[in-house]
């Protein structure tokens, strides 16, 4: 089956330094990439998505980036702080309007 | 304030005893669904609704039930929960893609 999925289960970074979070899917229709970040205890909450016709999309201190040749999608986080400590979810938006979300990559910021 | 809330937050209960977590938005969304998260595995949907009277089965909905009679609310039933239902439920309301998700409720079944 169709699947979106993630390389690395755990990310330690450098607290100012920049993270880089990836993530593999396999449906190439999906309209949709969208990343959310689940802090301990909470819910998921959107940080930011990007339409499968474009390749880059920034937000405050997020970059997405997209790569349908290869079927990649990354998160990039610049100066990563205490506060970006989390779990990071990618997901897809497929043809059907499901959403399906990956494992999860979850971010330590060392001090 | 825009939100989406769930109760109760945490719940233990035994094997059997019929059981509702209620969901509740004020977004006037009409999509609205229902997630376990479990170790290793991720956000998996167990139902979801398109509508008011319109629900559809998620990619594990067995052992559960839902209704809609109202837009802003969209309760999950276990009618005999098992130890297996154990787990963290997650409460989402939709507008296009972008979700908005409770802040989960615990579940644990003795």
């Known amino acids: 089956g169709e699947s979106v999925g993630l390389h690395l289960p755990t990310l330690s970074v450098q607290e100012g330094d920049n993270s880089i979070i990836n993530c593999a899917y396999s449906n190439s229709a999906s309209d949709y990439f969208i990343w959310y970040k689940q802090e301990s205890g909470k819910g998921p909450q959107f940080i930011i998505d990007i339409r499968s016709n474009m390749d880059k999309r920034q937000g405050q201190r997020v970059t997405v980036l997209l790569n349908k040749t290869v079927k990649h999608l990354s998160l990039q986080i610049a100066a990563t702080q205490p506060g970006d400590s989390a779990v990071y979810f990618c997901a897809e938006n497929d043809r059907d309007d499901k959403i399906i979300f990956g494992k999860g990559t979850r971010l330590h910021i060392l001090p | 304030e825009a939100q989406v809330t769930q109760n109760p937050r945490y719940l233990i209960t035994v094997t059997g005893k019929k059981l509702t977590v209620t969901c509740s938005q004020n977004m006037n969304h009409e999509y609205m669904s229902w997630y376990r998260q479990d170790p290793g595995l991720g956000l998996r949907q167990i139902y979801y609704s398109m509508n008011v009277e319109v629900t559809d089965k998620g990619d594990v909905p067995e052992g559960y039930k839902v209704s809609r009679k109202e837009k802003r609310n969209f309760p999950l039933i276990l009618e005999s929960p098992s130890p297996n239902q154990t787990s963290l439920y997650f409460c989402?309301?939709?507008?296009?893609?972008?979700?908005?998700f409770g802040p989960g409720t615990r579940l644990t079944v003795l």
């Open positions: 989402a309301s939709r507008q296009g893609h972008e979700q908005f």
